[in-house]
């Protein structure tokens, strides 16, 4: 495909900008032209995508939607394609969250457990959950819980429960979810204070006045 600089401003080649061979392209002015490898992001062809993906060496965090729409469209298809790729660490991520049996009550767990590493993915996953219907554990979510996570959550009507804040070992999300729930539960105070969460009680006195 012949291109120019202008084409990373459409929305559908956008993506290629966050790439290493977009970083080291030497397209001077509208008039110079190079043959490349190069699909747009709404290709219905997961192979493509794929090899494009990796062709440019685009971030990881930075893969399209799109992508992600294709790989979960067709799990079956999708291992297939990914097993006969090009090897790489999150590839493997991707086709261990494919092989997940019974997605309704696991995806969750398995998904937060081996997307890790990746915040990007992770939040893909959650919104995958809603989706597709999963289910969505205050426990499981605790252990990997962000704001990013939060406001998806918020945005998809989720209702935090005790157990959420039971679990919650980060101050930042605790004190989020709190205020949202806004209510005083002196027991949940006691618990955090048994467990030696000083950032719990410490936010719940300065908040409501609390004593020890």
């Not at 300065?206 to 020890?212: A, E, P, Q, V």
Request: hydrophobic fraction near 35%; charge should be negative; aromatic fraction near 18%.
């Amino acid at each position: 495909m012949h291109i120019n600089k202008n084409i990373f401003e459409q929305e559908e080649y956008s993506y290629l900008v966050n790439s290493c061979l977009y970083n080291n392209l030497v397209l001077d002015d509208d008039n110079t032209t190079i043959e490349i490898k190069c699909c747009s992001k709404f290709t219905k062809d997961l192979k493509e995508l794929i090899d494009n993906l990796l062709f440019w060496g685009v971030n990881i965090d930075n893969y399209p939607e799109e992508f992600y729409n294709l790989l979960f469209e067709s799990r079956k298809k999708s291992i297939s394609i990914i097993e006969n790729s090009e090897k790489t660490e999150y590839f493997d991520v991707l086709l261990d969250i494919l092989k997940i049996k019974k997605p309704k009550k696991y995806f969750l767990f398995y998904s937060m457990k081996y997307s890790e590493k990746y915040e990007n993915l992770q939040l893909i996953c959650l919104k995958l959950c809603f989706k597709n219907n999963y289910d969505i554990s205050s426990r499981i979510l605790s252990d990997y819980i962000s704001l990013k996570m939060i406001e998806i959550l918020v945005e998809n009507g989720f209702i935090f429960d005790r157990d959420y804040l039971f679990s919650c070992r980060k101050f930042e999300c605790f004190k989020k979810v709190y205020d949202l729930i806004d209510f005083i539960d002196e027991e949940l105070y006691n618990i955090y204070f048994n467990k030696g969460y000083s950032f719990a009680f410490q936010y719940i006195m300065k908040t409501y006045g609390m004593r020890l």
